[in-house]
């Protein structure tokens, strides 16, 4: 793959940092920036040397030069973006949660299709290298068949209900900031989508999800079971458990390092691949990858699985975002 693409950032925040960091790791730079205030985009085109800023948002999709639009907006704007990005064939890689429910997601995804461009959500545990190896462990037959996931994931948050995480009018919640890991995860290493749920959660004074127990169970009857918290830290831990041994992450959103431990004489083996810190570069490779038809490997089924059974719950939790009041591709 010779070709250099042009990389666009539709967002000034944290990860978009990340992104101009990681370019520059390679030597290379964003060809372009879009932020909803301009002051905020040339300072952040300042701060990395990218030579092109926009004056408003929507000179990005225009722009014939721009291949790939990397999107880290809250999310509840990315389906207009999307739609946006995707009709002007535009390649898009967009922060997770890649949109707020599955009929926005069916509705990007068709776009996608029909302008012929790859869309993809930014999810790490796609493209860690310690995923890969340790699905072909897995998939070895040495551990045995699957049984039962187990997942933590809880962030200490300041109780404020104007903050983006409990405030509602910006989708926040622990499921679509958190849950999608862990149930990116436990897609990763089930067979098929899990069919069967049951959950309870408990509610901010906001509406939105503070803390949630979830359990899933597929076709298979390959189990999870996932805790999730914006109230109380938990260690980012995931244990995969099979008959003959059980794997243990800890810090798996962008992990490096696993150990395996054996049922039968409890001996342990530590597996390492890929570094915590490369965790962009990882999606940036794929991503450039796809688009430029050598290898998908950006998993869009498994982020299409995960946003079906976020959509279900929250559905069953009685929780809608002011932006879903007026669709009707909520599903």
Request: charged share 25%; aromatic share 10%.
């Amino acid at each position: 793959m010779d070709k250099k693409y042009n990389w666009a950032t539709l967002g000034t925040g944290v990860i978009a940092n990340e992104l101009a960091q990681t370019l520059a790791v390679q030597g290379r730079k964003l060809y372009s920036v879009a932020n909803r205030t301009y002051d905020k985009g040339l300072a952040f085109a300042q701060k990395y040397g990218i030579e092109k800023v926009y004056e408003t948002l929507d000179e990005v999709f225009d722009d014939p030069e721009v291949d790939i639009i990397y999107i880290s907006t809250p999310h509840n704007t990315h389906i207009d973006f999307l739609r946006k990005a995707l009709s002007k064939g535009k390649h898009v890689l967009c922060e997770k949660s890649i949109t707020l429910n599955s009929g926005e997601l069916a509705e990007a995804v068709q776009l996608a299709e029909e302008n012929h461009v790859i869309l993809a959500e930014a999810m790490t545990i796609f493209h860690m290298p310690i995923y890969r190896k340790l699905s072909a462990i897995a998939d070895s037959g040495k551990l045995g068949e699957l049984k039962f996931i187990q997942m933590n994931f809880g962030s200490y948050k300041d109780y404020d209900m104007s903050n983006r995480f409990f405030s509602r009018s910006l989708a926040g919640g622990a499921l679509l900031d958190i849950g999608v890991y862990a149930i990116s995860f436990v897609r990763w290493f089930m067979h098929s989508k899990p069919d069967q749920l049951a959950s309870q959660v408990k509610l901010a004074p906001s509406g939105v999800d503070e803390q949630a127990g979830i359990l899933l169970t597929n076709e298979a009857g390959e189990m999870a079971a996932i805790a999730l918290s914006l109230h109380a830290k938990q260690p980012k831990r995931g244990t995969v458990a099979f008959d003959k041994g059980y794997i243990e992450l800890y810090d798996y959103p962008r992990g490096q390092k696993a150990v395996i431990t054996y049922t039968e004489d409890s001996s342990q083996e530590v597996i390492e691949a890929g570094q915590t810190a490369d965790a962009l570069a990882y999606e940036v490779a794929d991503m450039e990858k796809a688009v430029s038809g050598e290898e998908n490997t950006m998993h869009l089924d498994y982020t299409q699985d995960v946003m079906g059974i976020m959509t279900q719950l929250r559905r069953e939790w009685g929780l809608i975002y002011p932006e879903e009041e007026s669709q009707n591709n909520v599903q």
